[in-house]
């Protein structure tokens, strides 16, 4: 099966930098990878998400980079804000074989703390 | 509209006893998936419904774990003979039908057994 690992554990920066969080993934059959933003006490929320057949995708302050070859996909979220502190989740999903719906791997979570 | 709703949102059982978690998903959202959340883990995918039957259940941990969703909306995660080990969040999220549809999800009900 699927296997989504997911660096750093934890990340801390100041307001108005830049965080990046990166997964790798194991199963090349995997096509869909959803990022997704977790408060504290929250359900998971999907924050953007990025297609096999896609390099890169932004939205506003956010963007998403996959590399299909080496299995590894990315989170890149610029001037960042405190209410961006969270926990965020990578995940991959495989779309091939005859799978038709969206069997979610999720990474183990990187907790973002944004500094005022 | 309203989103993904569960009942309870907090269970505390004693080790042993019979416990039933409740999913309401979005309107109209054919596809719905139970998951299970421990503390400082991602959610782990227990099982998939499309429609009425159980499309996969590969993640369901063993054979005390049970759910159903009778009438292709509400569902219902089933634990018999708790353990401690079982203590989690337990997730429900709904989607469209179709693997690049977003899965919304509802606020989780957290089990505890003590």
């Known amino acids: 099966g699927e296997n989504v690992e997911q660096h750093p554990s934890t990340l801390s920066v100041q307001e108005g930098d830049s965080a990046v969080i990166k997964c790798t993934y194991s199963d090349s059959a995997s096509n869909y990878f959803p990022w997704y933003k977790q408060e504290l006490g929250k359900r998971p929320q999907l924050i953007i998400d990025?297609?096999?057949?896609?390099g890169e995708k932004k939205d506003q302050r956010i963007a998403v980079t996959l590399n299909k070859t080496a299995k590894h996909f990315s989170l890149h979220i610029t001037e960042t804000q405190p209410e961006d502190s969270a926990v965020y989740f990578c995940?991959?999903?495989?779309?091939?074989?005859?799978?038709?719906?969206?069997?979610?791997?999720f990474g183990q979570g990187t907790i973002l703390t944004v500094h005022p | 509209g309203a989103g993904v709703s569960q009942t309870p949102s907090n269970k505390v059982t004693e080790k042993g006893k019979y416990v039933e978690l409740r999913c309401d998903p979005i309107?109209?959202?054919?596809?719905l998936y139970w998951y299970r959340q421990s503390l400082g883990q991602g959610p782990e995918f227990l099982i998939y419904?499309?429609?009425?039957?159980?499309?996969?259940d590969s993640g369901l941990p063993n054979d005390r774990f049970f759910a159903v969703r009778p009438e292709g909306s509400v569902s219902t995660l089933k634990i018999q003979r708790t353990e401690r080990g079982d203590s989690a969040m337990y997730l429900c999220?709904?989607?469209?039908?179709?693997?690049?549809?977003?899965?919304?999800f509802g606020p989780g009900t957290r089990l505890t057994v003590l």
């Open positions: 995940a991959a999903t495989p779309t091939g074989g005859g799978t038709s719906y969206g069997k979610l791997t």
């Open positions: 990025i297609r096999s057949n896609v």
């Open positions: 419904f499309q429609g009425t039957g159980a499309a996969d």
């Open positions: 309107s109209g959202h054919t596809a």
């Open positions: 999220a709904s989607s469209l039908q179709g693997a690049y549809n977003e899965q919304f």
